[in-house]
């Protein structure tokens, strides 16, 4: 089993609409966890963090941490056509563990 | 403010050559990574440094892998000699604690070796 699992994709969704983005992990130790969104050929850009149970808004993001179920999600609102891209969970003891990514395509 | 930058971008080497990848982490962060992404794999960590020492470098796939951190200001990551596994996009960040903390990543060194 992967320590961070992510669905690979790709996901399609319509201009306008919500996109979620799902992540589950395995080592309960992880404290907290990172979205990191990627364009080809580029950087992992970080994009949103969350420490703590519940939700966590920045503008038309949202983050979603359940420590009970190991899982963590990314809700992106009003998806735009820009937002598609490689997106990718992490999760953090004393590094960072990756997921492979999701790819999102959001189409006009 | 710069951020993490890394030389070169693209890298094309023989089996059997070395290779040095270079990193220059955002000023003022101690904490500086190594990280890999084979190929349809995940990113994957490489090595620590808090400062000049390393801190982890459980992830470094064998010896011919060297990473260091002269002064800890930026760092370099040699391959000697380079093998065709160790083709793939090789990724450095930085961030200003250690746990738990944000991580600001390079735009990567993509390394092939034929």
């Known amino acids: 089993q992967k320590e961070v699992e992510q669905n690979s994709g790709p996901l399609s969704v319509p201009e306008g609409a919500i996109a979620s983005l799902n992540c589950t992990y395995s080592?309960?130790?992880?404290?907290?966890f990172f979205w990191y969104r990627q364009y080809s050929g580029k950087s992992p850009e970080l994009i949103m963090s969350?420490?703590?149970?519940g939700d966590k808004e920045d503008g038309r993001f949202t983050a979603q941490l359940n420590k009970a179920s190991q899982y963590v999600s990314l809700l992106i609102r009003d998806s735009q056509p820009s937002d598609s891209a490689t997106y990718l969970c992490?999760?953090?003891?004393?590094?960072?563990?990756f997921g492979t990514g999701t790819r999102l395509q959001v189409f006009p | 403010e710069a951020g993490v930058t890394q030389f070169p971008s693209h890298s094309v080497i023989e089996k059997g050559q070395t290779v040095t990848l270079r990193c220059d982490p955002i000023?003022?962060?101690?904490?500086l990574y190594w990280y890999r992404r084979v190929m349809g794999k995940e990113i994957k960590f490489l090595l620590h440094f808090v400062k000049e020492s390393k801190q982890d470098e459980s992830g470094m796939p064998n010896n011919r892998f060297l990473a260091e951190r002269t002064g800890g200001t930026y760092s370099t990551l040699k391959v000697q000699p380079a093998e065709l596994e160790d083709s793939g996009v090789y990724f450095c960040a930085s961030s200003v604690h250690w746990r738990n903390t944000e991580a600001f990543f390079g735009q990567g060194t993509r390394l092939t070796v034929v």
């Open positions: 969350i420490y703590s149970n």
């Open positions: 992490a999760g953090n003891t004393d590094k960072l563990i």
């Open positions: 080592d309960r130790g992880s404290q907290s």
């Open positions: 000023s003022g962060h101690d904490n």
